[in-house]
């Protein structure tokens, strides 16, 4: 009787750890996913912030200019639509960086799930034979 109910407490463990690592699994992709999220919005103010920021220089440079009695063409113009050219590509580096740290941080999530989820599936196999020993060691497969 008593290795019948060790044998159930070894069941009703294993599934028990299962259902917790599976658990734990989705909370790290739930986790992932929220990190990515939050580095995509993070990544996406920064950009917003930078844009606002090139446009105020953009229009104090234009106002410097006008004060100056400057005209608005050739070397001032080129100065301008570098600047200009060199925010877009920084703004593009930016956005790539936000996407490339998403990703990373997904994959990295995912990964950390898929652990756990096979640590899971272990822990019911390693008890489930723990159980059937323990039955066959105490001859609960015989049914006389």
Same mark, same amino acid.
């Given at each position: 009787m008593l290795a019948?109910? $060790?044998t159930g407490l070894q069941i009703i463990n294993s599934i028990d750890q299962y259902s917790s690592a599976q658990s734990a699994a989705d909370? !790290? &992709?739930?986790a992932g996913e929220e990190? !990515? #999220?939050?580095s995509e919005l993070e990544g996406e103010e920064r950009v917003r912030r930078y844009?606002?920021?090139?446009?105020?220089?953009r229009g104090q440079m234009v106002v410097n200019y006008a004060k100056a009695g400057v005209v608005l063409q050739g070397t001032?113009?080129?100065? $301008?639509a570098e !600047?200009? &050219?060199e925010a877009d590509r920084e703004v593009s580096f930016m956005r790539d960086q936000t996407a490339?740290? !998403?990703k990373a941080r997904r994959l990295g999530a995912n990964a950390q799930s898929d652990s756990l989820r096979s640590e899971? #599936?272990?822990l019911l196999i390693s008890g489930i034979g723990s159980a059937a020993k323990t039955a066959y060691d105490n001859n609960l497969w015989d049914i006389n």
């Open positions: 019948t109910i $060790m909370q !790290a &992709n739930r990190n !990515a #999220r939050l844009e606002a920021e090139q446009k105020r220089l001032p113009l080129d100065v $301008m !600047a200009a &050219n490339r740290t !998403a899971g #599936r272990s």
